[in-house]
């Protein structure tokens, strides 16, 4: 079945499908080369900084192995964990546990974000990571 | 009148399965916003054999089902942000008729994504999270070929259901 679907379904695209699809693999390019080089022109030292609803709380040197506990008026909490020179969420109160899963980040604006918990963990200075940077 | 409601209602109950389906799979890539977009299946379909004005509907019900079954009223947000962005997208670029159902899919799944990270960006008040965009953009594309792709097989056999498009509402 699955031989026969994508033959008819490709017949069925016009000529200004795959001009759609040049336009968004070009602007996801373009996006991608514009944050790389913004982050060449930074040579400080690799932070994490912790915002929470946008107001920065804290910043960690990545290359000191710390924990930090993040914790908020109502109860809810993150874990920061730095070590081996990258950030990650080790826990968190929040319901889906989507920073926690997150792996560790440690290139230039690559964040973890808990939006139930309306925090960012911002990498600030990172490396620059390359082609690699947005498909690991 | 009676038969487009009961279809409406068959489509409803099969998106809210396909995003159940989807909420069963593990998170796959460890970035947040990726997703097949199954339900988007039957948005499309909807679309192409219903007409907008049931389409519409049809996605508000079943994202606020969704949100409210699988997940929580937070996380509804961003679904709805996705949802309507990307259905009123699609829409428009059906009516202009310069794309066919693939693009059309992939116009959908994009802005999906798109309209999530507006939301989150807005929610945590930083512009960093458009660092995910490149990625996002291209795993709306690619979800949105695959469910495009299918979507103009189905929509060619259900012909029956199209014609009621024309025929009037």
Known sequence: ?136 | MAKKTAYLGMFTALAFVFSYIEFLLPINLGIPGIKLGLANLVSIVALYTMGASWAFPLSLVRILLTGLTFGNPASMIYSLAGGILSLAIMIVAKRCKLFSVTGVSVLGGVFHNVGQILVAILVVETASLLYYLPVLILSGTAAGVLIGLLSSILIRHLRKITEMEQVGR
């Open chain 1, 1 to 136: 079945m699955v031989k026969s679907v994508i033959p008819a379904g490709l017949k069925s695209m016009k000529k200004n499908d795959l001009k759609l699809l040049a336009v968004l693999l070009g602007l996801a390019l373009a996006a991608f080369v514009g944050m790389s080089l913004y982050a060449r022109f930074t040579t400080k030292e690799p932070q994490a900084v912790v915002l929470l609803d946008g107001k920065e709380r804290g910043r960690y040197s990545l290359s000191e192995e710390t924990v930090v506990e993040i914790r908020q008026e109502d109860g809810s909490y993150n874990i920061l964990q730095i070590r081996d020179g990258k950030a990650e969420i080790t826990e968190a109160s929040c319901p889906d546990k989507i920073c926690v899963n997150h792996r560790p980040v440690r290139g230039q604006g690559e964040s973890l974000v808990c939006l139930p918990n309306r925090l960012v963990v911002e990498i600030e200075n990172g490396e620059d990571l390359g082609i690699d940077a947005g498909t690991r």
